[in-house]
C-alpha cells in the first residue's frame, strides 16, 4: 500500500504542475518537475527491486516510466 501511495503522490504531483504550469507557461520549471518526478519512480524501483529483484511492479515502472511523463513533455510543446 505504501508504494501504491508513493506513485500516487509522484503522478499527482507532476499532473497539477502541468495544469499551473501550462496557465503560467513556465516550462523550465515543468520540465524540472518531470525530471524529478522520473527521479522519484527511480528510487521507488530501487526500492522495490532491493527488496525483490525479480519485483514486477518494479519492472513494469521502469518499461513505463517515459510515458508516465509523456503528457507532461507534450505540455511543454504547447500540445
Known amino acids: 500500500m505504501r508504494i501504491k501511495k508513493a506513485i500516487s503522490r509522484?503522478?499527482?504531483?507532476l499532473k497539477n504542475s502541468v495544469?499551473?504550469?501550462?496557465?503560467n507557461s513556465d516550462f523550465?520549471?515543468?520540465?524540472?518537475?518531470?525530471?524529478k518526478?522520473?527521479?522519484?519512480l527511480l528510487v521507488i524501483v530501487n526500492e522495490l527491486l532491493s527488496k525483490n529483484k525479480d519485483s514486477n511492479?518494479?519492472?513494469?515502472?521502469i518499461k513505463t516510466g517515459g510515458?508516465?511523463?509523456l503528457f507532461?513533455?507534450?505540455?511543454?510543446?504547447?500540445?
Open 10 to 13: 509522484t503522478i499527482y504531483t
Open 19 to 23: 495544469e499551473k504550469h501550462r496557465k
Open 28 to 35: 523550465a520549471r515543468l520540465k524540472w518537475r518531470i525530471d
Open 37 to 40: 518526478t522520473q527521479e522519484e
Open 57 to 61: 511492479t518494479g519492472k513494469f515502472i
Open 67 to 69: 510515458k508516465v511523463t
Open 72 to 79: 507532461a513533455e507534450l505540455a511543454t510543446k504547447g500540445i
